[in-house]
C-alpha cells in the first residue's frame, strides 16, 4: 500500500528533511514557463483564450529561449504574477524600472 509523503519525510533525519526542503525551495524558484503555467493550474488552452491567441502560440512561447520582455511580461501576468527584472550584483541587488508597461509611462 502506498504510503503519504508526510509519513517518509517524518522518518527522515532532520539533515535530510532540510536538504529536500532546500532543494523544494529551489525549485520553486527556479523553473521554465511551462512548469510556471502547470503549478499555476492553467492549460495552454486557458493562457491562450486570456492572451486572445491561439494555443500554438503557447506552445512556442513556452519553447522558446529569447522573447521580448514585453512578451513575457504578459505571458506572467495572464497567469495572475507580475514581471520584475532584477540585475544581481556582488554587492547587491537592483531592480530594473525600465520595462514599465506603457499605460504606466
Same mark, same amino acid.
Given at each position: #500500500? $502506498? @504510503?503519504?509523503? %508526510?509519513?517518509?519525510?517524518?522518518?527522515? !533525519?532532520?539533515?535530510?528533511?532540510? /536538504?529536500?526542503?532546500? @532543494?523544494?525551495?529551489? +525549485? /520553486? =524558484?527556479?523553473?521554465? +514557463?511551462? =512548469?510556471?503555467?502547470?503549478?499555476? *493550474? +492553467? !492549460?495552454? @488552452?486557458?493562457?491562450?483564450?486570456?492572451?486572445?491567441?491561439?494555443?500554438? $502560440? &503557447?506552445?512556442?512561447?513556452? @519553447?522558446?529561449?529569447?522573447?521580448?520582455?514585453? %512578451? +513575457?511580461? !504578459?505571458?506572467?501576468?495572464? #497567469? *495572475?504574477?507580475?514581471?520584475? &527584472?532584477?540585475?544581481?550584483?556582488?554587492? *547587491?541587488?537592483?531592480?530594473?524600472?525600465?520595462?514599465? %508597461?506603457?499605460?504606466?509611462?
Amino acid at each position: #500500500m $502506498a @504510503k503519504k509523503f %508526510t509519513e517518509l519525510r517524518a522518518k527522515l !533525519s532532520p539533515q535530510a528533511q532540510q /536538504r529536500v526542503q532546500d @532543494k523544494f525551495e529551489q +525549485l /520553486r =524558484e527556479e523553473m521554465p +514557463l511551462h =512548469e510556471l503555467r502547470r503549478a499555476r *493550474g +492553467l !492549460s495552454q @488552452k486557458a493562457l491562450a483564450e486570456v492572451l486572445h491567441v491561439e494555443q500554438p $502560440a &503557447i506552445a512556442k512561447i513556452e @519553447k522558446r529561449a529569447d522573447m521580448y520582455i514585453s %512578451t +513575457l511580461r !504578459s505571458h506572467i501576468e495572464a #497567469m *495572475g504574477g507580475e514581471l520584475e &527584472i532584477v540585475a544581481k550584483f556582488p554587492d *547587491g541587488a537592483v531592480r530594473i524600472k525600465n520595462f514599465v %508597461t506603457l499605460d504606466q509611462a
